[in-house]
């Protein structure tokens, strides 16, 4: 997946070099670290899998035969590694939910739905900027303009979000 929150330089032809945007909002960068702690998740459960395939696959091969004194050593081994994934799993589960709870409290004190729609493809799920501006039906304007709100605030709490249509209460 491209990460569009960096800009790149350089003309064509040339090695671009990608350097990180500077922002203000300082709740963007808990939004963005969700989708990372995710993939870590996921990676140490692949590994946690691969290993009690492992397993598996040496207590298939055990024998009642005497072959040099115990349990073989690859087991072992095996047993120990397992153990340390599900440790290193079990934090980085805590270390999530953690994350997730506090990037929702931010999420749900966005009172705007296209807003929080925007901020969610944006910094959470990490959606490229096309696709988001597809999505959202916004022009390249509007959606530089709404980034632009979004990182120069101080916190999600402070942007201020301009709306496509707003109610006229007029009282007959």
Not at 17 to 21: A, D, S
Not at 32 to 35: E, S
């Given at each position: ?10 003309s064509?032809g040339?090695e671009k ?5 500077v ?6 960068p808990?939004l963005?670290?969700?989708?990372s702690?995710?993939?870590?998740i996921?990676?140490i459960e692949?590994?946690?899998d691969?290993?009690r395939d492992?397993?598996t696959n040496i207590t ?5 035969m005497p072959?040099g004194?115990?349990?073989p050593?690859?087991?072992d081994?095996?047993f120990?590694l397992l153990s340390?994934?599900d440790?290193e799993?079990?934090q980085?589960?805590k270390?999530?939910?953690r ?5 929702q ?5 966005i009172e705007?739905r ?6 969610t493809?944006?910094?959470?799920m990490?959606v490229?900027?096309t696709e ?10 509007g959606?530089?303009?709404a ?12 942007v201020k979000?301009?709306?496509?249509f707003i109610?006229?209460?007029v009282?007959?």
């Open positions: 997946m491209r990460n569009d929150n960096f800009q790149i330089s350089g064509e040339m070099e990608i350097k990180p945007v922002i203000r909002n300082r709740d963007i808990l963005a670290d969700v989708l702690i995710m993939q870590e996921n990676q692949q590994r946690r691969w290993q492992r397993m298939q091969h055990l024998t009642g072959g004194g115990g349990m050593k690859g087991f081994e095996a120990a340390e994934l440790e799993h079990e980085r589960c270390e999530y939910v994350q997730l709870k506090a990037a409290k931010i999420l749900n004190g705007s296209s807003m929080r729609a925007f901020v493809m944006k910094y959470v990490n490229p900027d988001i501006r597809q999505e959202l039906n916004m022009t390249r304007t959606f530089n303009r980034r632009r709100c979004v990182e120069s605030a101080e916190c999600m709490a402070a979000w301009r709306e496509r109610l006229n209460n009282k007959k």
